[in-house]
Nanobody
Framework: QVQLVESGGGLVQPGGSLRLSCAASGFTFSMFAMSWYRQAPGKERELVAR????????NYADSVKGRFTISRDNAKNTVYLQMNSLKREDTAVYYC???????????WGQGTQVTVSS
């Protein structure tokens, strides 16, 4: 059974930092790229960052480039999102994602709330 469990969200002031974690199980973690998405109230879900199976390639949304870093530890079946220099517009529910097959829907975690506010 595929499972993704996010953690690490919370309330942080503008300019602060937060690290999100996503613990994965139920599939061979090291074989698949992993992604972080976010969704703010009233807005579309957007891709924030993606990392290749080996960790050798990363991609970021323009809005977070230079501030966020995605990484993974294949030995721990965990993907991380380090968020620095947080802005109010980063406030959203952040979701972990994996695409195991083009023929079936992606798997998603339950989400973790990140609130950036003073």
């Amino acid at each position: 059974q595929v499972q993704l469990v996010e953690s690490g969200g919370g309330l942080v002031q503008p300019g602060g930092s937060l690290r999100l974690s996503c613990a994965a199980s139920g599939f061979t973690f090291s074989m698949f790229a992993m992604s972080w998405y976010r969704q703010a109230p009233g807005k579309e879900r957007e891709l924030v960052a993606r990392i290749s199976s080996s960790g050798g390639t990363t991609n970021y949304a323009d809005s977070v480039k230079g501030r966020f870093t995605i990484s993974r530890d294949n030995a721990k079946n965990t993907v991380y999102l380090q968020m620095n220099s947080l802005k109010r517009e980063d406030t959203a529910v952040y979701y972990c994602n994996v695409r195991l097959s083009v023929f079936v829907p992606d798997y998603w975690g339950q989400g973790t709330q990140v609130t950036v506010s003073s």
